[in-house]
């Protein structure tokens, strides 16, 4: 017994590297002040980094030193501090756009604080992020133009990384129209119009009608294709696509919300046309981590959660719908076909 509380146990080193906030938040600052993008590549002096970092130097150099002894950063020379394979993911080029997704200051930051009420969520069940914010995420973004505008762009990244997923995952070609509610700034869309030039597409979201919006489909060559539509998704949707896309959407509300999205996105398929539902579907042999940890975000933000199958059926049922296929990908997320019913 006397091993199990070693300092050496394996128990207690599990919870030693679960429990530290201090590598966690010097990455972030890190990624926040674009250190990765400021220093050099053959290193930078600390007073010069400290200026164009707009940092105090002494606080600066304990936080790259703390860094580079856990690997990310190195100091090739005292007071003279370089990127490494580790810090290049915090550059803003890098194709992963991790910084983004750390960047205090920005939309992922905001998410990432409401960690700080975790253990008010699990005592309540309710979501942290408006008791601390003082108004709930959304709410955040419509006030915050620069807030809304970081969030679309982490959902733009998310969504170009799911996009082959979903072009590969459906009969697109036995399509006519399709429209993406909630759709962001129409990333996924016009991936699915660029691979099947006959689609025509109807982008659905408040921000439809934004700049950014135009630059998307205009770049992806599907401008002509595609009708933005400045909408709420808990209002009527236009009617007569064959496909409503909905990609992850519902993991973003309880189930009185996410049966109102639904219900919807059914009222308008009704007569020929589907409901396809992307989502992170929990599954024993799926990635727990992933699932898990997404599980709890959601959790502190929304009150809400990731589901199995059998939650999002009810959940589709409740809101008029019927099960008519589910695909799985090679990903976490699954694409679930529904077909307007009885109205709910």
């Not at 750390?102 to 005592?123: H, I, N, P, Q």
């Not at 919006?213 to 909408?231: E, F, M, N, Y």
Request: net charge negative.
């Amino acid at each position: 017994m006397a091993g199990q509380t070693s300092a050496g146990s394996p128990g207690r080193e599990v919870l030693t590297r679960l429990t530290s906030l201090a590598e966690p938040w010097a990455v972030r600052v890190a990624a926040t002040l674009r250190l990765a993008d400021l220093a050099a590549d053959g290193g930078s002096e600390l007073a010069d980094l400290a200026a164009r970092a707009g940092a105090d130097p002494g606080a600066l150099g304990c936080l790259l030193r703390f860094l580079a002894a856990r690997g990310v950063f190195e100091e090739p020379a005292p007071g003279v501090f370089a990127v490494n394979d580790a810090a290049r993911w915090l550059r803003e080029d890098h194709p992963g756009q991790l910084r983004r997704w750390l960047d205090l200051d920005g939309a992922g930051g905001a998410m990432d604080r409401a960690f700080a009420g975790l253990l008010e969520t699990v005592r309540s069940g309710k979501a942290a992020y408006p008791a601390l914010s003082g108004r709930g995420f959304w709410e955040d973004l419509a006030a915050d133009s620069r807030l809304a505008t970081s969030f679309a762009s982490l959902m733009q990244a998310h969504s170009a990384e799911l996009a082959d997923d979903v072009v590969a995952g459906y009969p697109w070609a036995q399509m006519s129209l399709v429209a993406d509610v909630g759709g962001g700034t129409g990333t996924l869309l016009a991936r699915i119009l660029s691979a099947h030039p006959h689609l025509q597409g109807i982008l659905v979201d408040l921000m439809a009608g934004s700049p950014g919006t135009a630059r998307v489909l205009t770049d992806a060559g599907v401008a002509g294709r595609c009708q933005p539509v400045v909408a709420d998704f808990f209002g009527p949707l236009p009617a007569g696509a064959d496909i409503y896309l909905l990609r992850n959407i519902i993991h973003d509300w309880p189930d009185d919300q996410a049966v109102a999205i639904l219900r919807r996105s059914a009222q308008a398929a009704r007569g020929h046309g589907r409901v396809v539902v992307v989502e992170r579907v929990i599954t024993r042999n799926g990635d727990q981590q992933e699932l898990t940890a997404m599980d709890l975000r959601m959790l502190l933000l929304f009150g809400s959660r990731e589901r199995t199958l059998e939650e999002f059926n009810a959940l589709a049922g409740a809101a008029g719908l019927q099960p008519v296929s589910t695909r799985a990908t090679t990903s976490s997320y699954w694409l679930l076909e529904y077909a307007p019913g009885q109205p709910a």
